[in-house]
């Protein structure tokens, strides 16, 4: 991201990668770009004339991690290295980076090639497992809310789904760049053992990692823009996200095409802006559009409409209730949970649709898992007149019925006074499965 006469990039590393890090800031002197400063991952450049620089990044395991920056340790190695005829850049943690004119000749800062890999072995070591160990401990926990409980509702929720499918990319991720670096360690070893030269470029490897990790940064701020407009937008937000991915793709090959044909900056940042404008334009006409059809209340009411749920105390002839409902919805399930009671009459229900039936499978097993945990009743499957794709199931004391088909499931609680059991499940089956087929 540039801003003016300063530049941003994300370039997350591990130590052992640091050859890759000063070639990449080379490469970006040559283009006009000096290294500025670093927060976390994110490189701070400024606008300079093109010229050809030397960087060092020097990794010292024995400062601190946190607030080592004027530690003891840290000064001493800048003093140093000032000395040998390097400039001191900033640093980060363990990691300080210097540069020099690469035509005039300075001292290497690390020469004892044992002591260099002992450090870079134990900051890397540090860094691979604190990065796993917190990426572990976040998807273990969204695990837990998820897979965990007895209640499958983040199925119908969109921003759930997502952090999941993020945080588990970002575990494999992070599981490759671990078992790489045993690999390098192991390696390295051996090449000591063997008065063999050590190596820290990784430039393949390291490359398609960088690109993993714009695209997992890119995925983390969708993610969190996602779950703002998922509260919106309800069951059409994957209609929204098709349009928004088809005219950022248009303004992206846009962008390569006037970058071939335009050489001059002025112009092309004149039609660039140009564009960025007109995208803006027609994502505001077409979701303009998609609201007026879709209409206000199916874009915004989706989540709590208590006035049109699929079954209530009503429809078994039972006097109305207080009430409370909540719908879900996501790319894969629909779930309705509704309770309604009051001294002398009670239903309560969860109801999920989804066009997947291993989904609804999934359902129905953590539906007996919570029978069995909690509910201390027994569960029996129950002969029925409605059709064959419909499995019933009941409580013994017939206060909980369970309706199964391909593509729905619905688990009831209901208290009845003249009604029969059969008469329940032919109103569930009227109103939940005959009227949505």
């Known amino acids: 991201m540039r801003i003016g006469k300063t530049k941003w990039t994300l370039f997350k590393f591990i130590p052992y990668e640091y050859k890759v890090l000063e070639k990449y800031l080379e490469k970006m002197a040559l283009k006009g770009w000096m290294l500025e400063g670093m927060v976390g991952f994110f490189l701070k450049f400024i606008k300079i004339e093109p010229k050809a620089l030397k960087y060092s990044v020097d990794v010292m395991d024995k400062i601190p991690m946190i607030l080592g920056c004027d530690s003891k340790s840290a000064v001493e190695c800048r003093e140093y290295c000032e000395a040998a005829g390097w400039k001191f850049i900033c640093q980060m943690e363990k990691i300080q980076i210097y540069c020099k004119e690469n035509e005039v000749y300075k001292i290497p800062i690390q020469t004892d090639e044992e002591e260099k890999y002992k450090s870079i072995f134990k900051a890397s070591l540090k860094y691979s ?187 078994f002839d039972m006097i109305s209730a207080e009430s409370y409902g909540e719908k879900k919805e996501s790319v894969l399930a629909y779930c309705e949970h509704y ?13 999920y649709r989804s066009r997947y039936n291993f989904m609804i499978d999934y359902v129905l097993n953590k539906e007996f898992e919570k029978i069995n945990r909690y509910d201390n009743e027994e569960v029996i499957i129950m002969e029925s007149n409605i059709p064959d794709n419909v499995k019933v199931y009941k409580s013994i004391n017939e206060d909980k019925f369970i309706l199964i088909s391909d593509n729905t499931f619905i688990s009831l609680y209901i208290n009845r006074k003249d009604l029969d059991g059969e008469e329940v499940i032919n109103i569930i089956y009227d109103k939940v499965f005959k009227s949505a087929s």
């Open 339 to 351: 309770i309604e009671d009051d001294e002398n009459s009670y239903i309560s229900y969860y109801l």
């Open 129 to 315: 497992i604190l990065n796993i160990l917190c990426v572990s401990m976040f998807l273990y926990s969204q695990y837990l809310t998820s897979f965990g409980n007895v209640f499958p509702e983040f199925l119908a929720d969109n921003s759930k789904l997502l952090l999941l499918l993020l945080l588990s990319l970002w575990f494999i991720q992070e599981s490759v760049q671990f078992i790489h670096f045993i690999i390098w360690s192991i390696t390295g070893r051996l090449r000591l053992k063997r008065n063999e030269p050590i190596s820290y470029d990784f430039k393949a490897i390291t490359g398609i990692k960088l690109v993993l990790n714009k695209i997992m940064f890119i995925l983390s701020v969708a993610m969190l823009c996602i779950i703002i407009l998922s509260g919106l937008l309800g069951k059409h937000l994957l209609e929204f996200l098709i349009v928004l991915t088809l005219s950022i793709l248009a303004g992206i090959i846009l962008f390569k095409v006037i970058k071939k044909i335009t050489n001059k900056d002025e112009t092309r940042k004149l039609i660039n802006i140009s564009i960025v404008i007109l995208i803006v334009i027609i994502n505001l006409i077409i979701y303009s559009r998609m609201t007026i059809t879709i209409g206000i209340n199916g874009i915004l009411g989706d989540k709590n409409d208590y006035g049109s749920y699929s079954l209530a105390l009503k429809d």
